[in-house]
Every structure is written in structure tokens, then in C-alpha cells.
């Protein structure tokens, strides 16, 4: 069995869930989320991680009001097989 391990903190948000409320964005602490200039197929720009920085505080996931759109990975987490994350 091949583990993966996430290196570092890390902020998912789901393209196609986020309706670009903004309300993550405004709540991040450090400032490593911005809207995508691309739209979702509901015609939402969408939020997305920057890429770095990320501390893993869990306040965008709390802001969000759309259950599954984020999902915070601590450093050290182990993926299970059925995780895919990509940046």
C-alpha cells in the first residue's frame, strides 16, 4: 500500500459546489484565497487557493455556507485511497 502524505497545509475548494459568495475569501486570515477568473458551469466565479500559505485554521471552511465546497488538509494527513488532491 502507497501512502500519500500531504506536505503541507492545504485548502481544496471545489469549483463546481462554490456559488462565489466571497465569504471564505473575506474570512482567511491569510489572505492565500482569490476568486478564479474562470466561471463554474452555474456561471459562479469560483474561489481557489493560491497554492501557499495556508496555516490550516479551518476559518473558510466554517465561513462557507456550502456543505463539501471546502475542505482544509493538515499538514501530515494521510490520504486515504479514495482522496485525490491536486493543486
Known amino acids: 500500500m502507497n ?7 492545504l485548502t481544496i475548494i471545489q469549483p463546481e ?3 462565489g ?3 471564505c475569501i473575506s474570512a482567511c486570515p491569510q489572505n492565500v484565497l482569490k476568486f478564479h477568473d474562470k466561471f463554474n458551469s452555474k456561471g459562479y466565479h469560483y474561489a481557489y487557493y493560491v497554492g501557499e500559505g495556508c496555516t490550516g485554521c479551518n476559518v473558510c ?3 462557507c455556507p456550502e456543505p463539501e465546497a471546502v475542505i482544509v488538509y493538515k499538514k501530515g494527513h494521510v490520504l486515504q485511497e479514495n482522496e485525490e488532491v491536486t493543486i
Open 3 to 9: 501512502q500519500k502524505i500531504v506536505e503541507n497545509h
Open 17 to 19: 459546489i462554490c456559488k
Open 61 to 63: 471552511f466554517y465561513a
Open 21 to 23: 459568495c466571497g465569504l
